[in-house]
């Protein structure tokens, strides 16, 4: 008979698709996974259940609290464990960690939080923001202090939750982000033309203003630069920063391809990668460019820095700072910089460091420790 475990992500309809070494690893050791998370019923189903994985709607929004919906989906997923016989809860994102560890308490089985990234939580500036930590910050330290076991993807956020007596220092781990499977992204040759890409969600928060506005005054010295981005529409609907996508790809400069299942396909087509996101645990989407042999720009912020040193494999960028990247974009298609190389120093990185059967050694290690 398998054992139970329950998964909660605010993107969980994809899980499968990041992941498919975990899922498969999982599933190798005995274990069957269900996956709870904000997404309609329908789009859970169309994305998870082919791959024999069971999908529950919670009914919750993927931002914001709101107390009676938490409390709804709390029991939802009380019931469920009590149900499948479910022992152990494992969490994606700062968002259902309290949710997870509250669920997990109220049902008397353990809980893993994976922090792959901290979120707009420790991103937003202002009154604003240090109002909504004050509000916040004591429901997350006293929700994550119920965790079995806290897992971080960097040692920026590792150190910062220490500090902040978030957690305690026996509850937590480190991997390497969520890592890669290099024979899955393959080593593909550089195109020639001066291709950018982007693969993530187009969300505020990965800078995705930032790159359009960057690659609009690259154009002025290299018009025959081009920018194919992949992802759903996330917080630009209807702004001043989808306007400008939506004329970048009328006049053929820019390729937007939307949310796609076939990456190692996208990034064949792109001679770069550039991800200007001001804060992650450890970006997939950069460790899958690596992979790929991609020379890549990120910034030098919480999680992006650890996937690049500067001049190496990479150009490292100050966040929300168009100047600085629009400055490295040209310096990338000036070639003033050995490309190839790079990009033959990003694949060894990936291989060495982001390896995703040693970090998923790691997790399942402790998956079986909590059980």
Same mark, same amino acid.
């Given at each position: 008979?398998?054992?139970?475990?329950?998964?909660?992500?605010?993107?969980?309809?994809? %899980?499968?698709?990041?992941?498919?070494?975990?899922?498969?690893?999982?599933?190798?050791?005995?274990?069957?996974?269900?996956?709870?998370?904000?997404?309609?019923?329908? $789009?859970?189903?169309?994305?998870?259940?082919? =791959?024999?994985?069971?999908?529950? +709607?919670?009914?919750?929004?993927?931002?914001?609290? !709101?107390? @009676?919906?938490?409390?709804?989906?709390?029991?939802?997923?009380?019931?469920?464990?009590?149900?499948?016989?479910?022992?152990?809860?494992?969490?994606?994102?700062? *968002?259902?960690?309290?949710?997870?560890?509250?669920? &997990?308490?109220?049902?008397?089985?353990?809980?893993?939080?994976?922090?792959?990234?901290?979120?707009?939580?420790?991103?937003?500036?202002?009154?604003?923001?240090?109002?909504?930590?004050?509000? #916040? %910050?004591?429901?997350? *330290?006293?929700? %994550?202090?119920?965790?079995?076991?806290?897992?971080? +993807?960097?040692? !920026?956020?590792?150190?910062?939750?220490?500090?902040?007596?978030?957690?305690?220092?026996?509850?937590?781990?480190?991997?390497?982000?969520?890592?890669?499977?290099?024979?899955?992204?393959?080593?593909?040759?550089?195109?020639? =033309?001066?291709?950018?890409?982007?693969?993530?969600?187009?969300?505020? =928060?990965?800078?995705?203003?930032?790159?359009?506005?960057?690659?609009?005054?690259?154009?002025?010295?290299?018009?025959? &630069?081009?920018?194919?981005?992949?992802?759903?529409?996330?917080? @630009?609907?209807?702004?001043?920063?989808? *306007?400008?996508?939506?004329? %970048?790809?009328? +006049?053929?400069?820019?390729?937007?391809?939307?949310?796609?299942?076939?990456?190692?396909?996208?990034?064949?087509?792109?001679?770069?990668?550039?991800?200007?996101?001001?804060?992650?645990?450890?970006?997939?989407?950069?460790?899958?460019?690596?992979?790929?042999?991609?020379?890549? @720009?990120?910034?030098?912020?919480?999680?992006?820095?650890?996937?690049?040193?500067?001049?190496?494999?990479?150009?490292?960028?100050?966040?929300?700072?168009?100047?600085?990247?629009?400055?490295?974009?040209?310096?990338?298609? =000036?070639?003033? !910089? !050995? @490309?190839? $190389?790079?990009?033959?120093?990003?694949?060894?990185?990936?291989?060495?460091?982001?390896?995703?059967?040693?970090?998923?050694?790691?997790? #399942?290690?402790?998956?079986?420790?909590?059980?």
């Amino acid at each position: 008979m398998c054992k139970q475990i329950g998964m909660l992500s605010a993107c969980a309809h994809r %899980l499968y698709l990041y992941r498919p070494e975990l899922f498969e690893a999982l599933r190798n050791e005995g274990y069957e996974v269900t996956v709870f998370g904000p997404e309609p019923q329908r $789009q859970g189903d169309e994305w998870l259940g082919k =791959e024999g994985v069971s999908y529950i +709607q919670l009914p919750l929004s993927r931002r914001g609290i !709101d107390p @009676i919906a938490e409390m709804k989906a709390r029991s939802l997923i009380v019931k469920t464990v009590k149900r499948k016989n479910i022992g152990l809860i494992y969490s994606y994102g700062i *968002r259902f960690a309290p949710l997870a560890n509250n669920a &997990a308490k109220k049902a008397g089985i353990p809980c893993m939080n994976v922090v792959n990234g901290a979120g707009s939580l420790f991103i937003s500036e202002g009154i604003k923001g240090k109002l909504k930590r004050i509000l #916040i %910050l004591p429901y997350i *330290r006293y929700s %994550l202090r119920r965790a079995s076991r806290v897992v971080f +993807q960097n040692d !920026d956020d590792l150190s910062m939750f220490l500090s902040a007596k978030l957690v305690k220092e026996s509850q937590t781990m480190k991997v390497h982000g969520s890592g890669v499977n290099t024979e899955r992204f393959p080593v593909f040759p550089l195109p020639n =033309e001066r291709v950018f890409g982007y693969l993530s969600r187009l969300n505020p =928060e990965k800078g995705i203003d930032e790159l359009l506005r960057a690659f609009s005054g690259v154009l002025e010295t290299y018009p025959d &630069a081009k920018l194919r981005l992949a992802g759903e529409l996330d917080g @630009i609907e209807g702004t001043d920063t989808q *306007r400008l996508l939506d004329t %970048l790809c009328a +006049q053929g400069s820019a390729e937007y391809k939307g949310e796609i299942s076939d990456v190692p396909a996208f990034l064949k087509t792109c001679r770069y990668f550039v991800f200007p996101s001001y804060r992650e645990g450890t970006p997939r989407a950069v460790l899958e460019a690596m992979s790929c042999g991609r020379p890549v @720009i990120t910034t030098d912020a919480v999680g992006c820095r650890e996937t690049v040193t500067d001049g190496f494999n990479g150009l490292l960028v100050e966040p929300k700072d168009t100047g600085s990247l629009k400055k490295a974009m040209l310096r990338f298609c =000036e070639e003033t !910089d !050995d @490309i190839e $190389q790079m990009g033959l120093n990003a694949r060894a990185f990936a291989e060495e460091r982001f390896d995703v059967f040693a970090v998923n050694r790691a997790l #399942i290690g402790e998956v079986k420790k909590l059980y």
